[in-house]
Every structure is written in C-alpha cells, then in structure tokens.
C-alpha cells in the first residue's frame, strides 16, 4: 500500500505541484512587470508637456512640480492647479494650455500614462534617495533634455541592487553617499 501511494504521489501530485508553481511564477513575473516597455518607452500624454521647456531652458526645478519628492516616497505628478500657477497668465492661448485649462476649470485630474514605475511588489522612496543628495538624472536621465520623457532606465531588482552595492563609487559626487540597503526587507516589504 505504501508503494502505491508513494507512486501515485510522483505519478500524479508532484507534477500538477511543479505545474501550478512554475505556472505561478510564470504569470506573477508577466502580470507584476513593472514596465512591460522598459528602457525607451515613452507614451502619447493627454497633454505635451516638454519637460526640455521646463526643466532645460526655463530651469525650473523639479522639486516644484514634484512636490512629494523630498518628504514622501512618491514623487507625485503635479495637479493641474500647479501647472496653473504660471499659465493662468502665460501662454493661454495656446491648444494645449487650453486643454490644461480645461482640466483645471472641471477640477479633474489629467490622465497622465505613468513612465516610470517599479513593481507593485518593491517599496520605493523617492525622498530617502534625494534626501541623500541623489539627483534624479540617476535614475530618470536628463529629462532636462527631453522634449517626450521616456525611460532611461531599468526599474529592476538587479539595477537597484548594483546601485546599492556599488553607490560609492557610482555616486562618488554625492557627499557622504553610502551603499545602499541590500537585504530583502529593504525592499520587498
């Protein structure tokens, strides 16, 4: 009796567990990916927003729009109310300025397609990463020169974690930088 248990659960039991694990696994990697474009994507906006306008020729910082960036882990995409502050008075004449002005007079939000986004199953804070001195070019590029911004670079488990490893010697310009965390929990929480 014995044998034949034994045999039915190598038989039967141990390749439907390997088939729902690898199964699990499988759909978990696809569904859960972050970006499914990666390095280069860049959506059509709702709105043409040239971060090279703004953050290049006019130098506005991104600690402006970006309000969260330093006191929250996200960074936060800028209400229309904060794009207002200028354009209630510049430039309102233009079509996307009017649609933007829309947008704000129906106290809607503007549906911005997310660019940069790591996994729902990472913790990522912004602020603890700029509060060290850590530039936003490190992981975003220099969207000062982007007229569409897209991503530059991989929000993966093996990026974060070179970074970590090796953050002083890649961010040898940032006072005092330390590596980074690299237990799991660091992380994955």
């Known amino acids: 009796m014995k044998k034949s248990l034994l045999d039915y659960t190598l038989r039967i039991r141990l390749p439907i567990v390997l088939f729902v694990a690898i199964a699990a696994s499988v759909a978990t990697y696809f569904i859960s990916r972050a970006e499914r474009d990666g390095v280069g994507y860049a959506p059509v906006q709702p709105i043409a927003f040239s971060h090279k306008l ?4 006019m130098r506005i910082d991104c600690k402006y729009c970006h309000t969260g960036v330093t ?3 996200n960074a ?3 209400p229309a109310s904060t794009c207002m502050n200028c354009h209630s008075v510049a430039r309102k004449n233009k079509p996307e300025i009017i649609k933007l002005t829309k947008f704000y007079q129906d106290s809607a939000a503007i ?3 997310r660019v940069h986004k790591v996994p729902d199953y990472a913790y990522f804070n912004h602020s603890a990463h700029v509060n060290k001195g850590i ?3 490190n992981c975003h590029g220099k969207v000062e020169n982007m007229d569409v911004v897209q991503q530059v670079s991989e929000f993966t488990m093996a990026a974060c974690l070179n970074c970590h490893r090796n953050a002083t010697t890649q961010l040898a310009n940032v006072p005092n930088i330390k590596n980074g965390p690299t237990n799991c929990s660091a992380c994955h929480r």
């Not at 703004?54 to 020729?57: C, D, P, R």
């Open 54 to 57: 703004h953050a290049g020729t």
């Open 71 to 73: 006191s929250s882990p």
């Open 135 to 137: 530039d936003c070019a």
């Open 76 to 78: 936060m995409v800028p």
């Open 111 to 113: 549906p911005w397609k």
